[in-house]
């Protein structure tokens, strides 16, 4: 009732969750209700400033604040229900709405161009923006893998197989996300999250599943899993 009948009053839902978690405190879904409501707070900024051609920057810097707390707020959910799958969902779900967001904003920003950015174009170049991008979609990757552990040999749920599919549009054509993952290696102090991304990047092409990826494939991310070991075996 929160999130649905109030999603354009987001000031009095928030105060709504945070009176739920006052009174009961270990309930796991007032914490997940406080995350959905910054979420489709943050996806409505996001949605009202698309008319003003904002730059990814700009639209990072002015729903970051709500992404955070809705970060934390299903961190907390996942605490309180280890065994729940939604808070994982939830937070898969705004990674690749976020996302999403900042193509849109480049495209709108090169539309004079005539260029159709993607995700690898802004992760290419550099800056605040590709290192939320590479940071957070290691985080829908990880939450996705804990959603398929949790389901163990159950048959994948709709909402699953249907977030998955997206986080697999996201990254478009992985051949080239891939490549932009290799060009990163070494660039900068710290290869270790592009590692990952890469790593993501291999196993996502062989449509998550271990038994379709090509052995060449599966050594590579031996290598990149080992390196990050070498460099921080905590």
């Not at 796991?28 to 959905?36: E, R, T």
């Not at 979609?137 to 990880?142: F, G, P």
Request: charged share 25%; hydrophobic share 40%.
């Amino acid at each position: 009732h929160i999130i649905y009948r109030m999603r354009r009053d987001f000031e009095i839902a928030l105060q709504c969750a945070d009176r739920a978690i006052e009174l009961d405190r270990h309930e796991m879904v007032h914490y997940h209700n406080k995350g959905q409501v910054l979420r489709y707070w943050a996806k409505d900024i996001i949605a009202n400033m698309q008319s003003a051609r904002p730059s990814p920057v700009e639209l990072l810097v002015a729903v970051r604040d709500k992404v955070d707390e809705a970060f934390v707020a299903f961190q907390v959910a996942h605490t309180k229900a280890p065994e729940s799958r939604y808070p994982h969902i939830s937070r898969i779900q705004l990674i690749i709405e976020m996302s999403e967001g900042l193509i849109r904003a480049a495209a709108a920003q090169s539309q004079l161009q005539g260029s159709t950015p993607t995700l690898q174009d802004l992760i290419r170049a550099g800056g605040s923006v590709a290192q939320w991008l590479q940071s957070n979609i290691v985080v829908a990757e990880d939450d996705l893998q804990s959603v398929r552990y949790m389901r163990a040999d159950n048959d994948p749920s709709y909402i699953e197989k249907k977030t998955e599919a997206d986080l697999s549009r996201l990254y478009g054509d992985f051949e080239n996300v891939i490549s932009v993952w290799e060009s990163l290696l070494g660039s900068d102090g710290e290869s270790a999250p592009v590692r990952r991304n890469l790593a993501n990047a291999y196993y996502g092409r062989s449509q998550r599943r271990w038994e379709l990826m090509d052995p060449n494939n599966l050594e590579r991310i031996t290598e990149l899993m080992d390196e990050n070991l070498a460099s921080d075996p905590t």
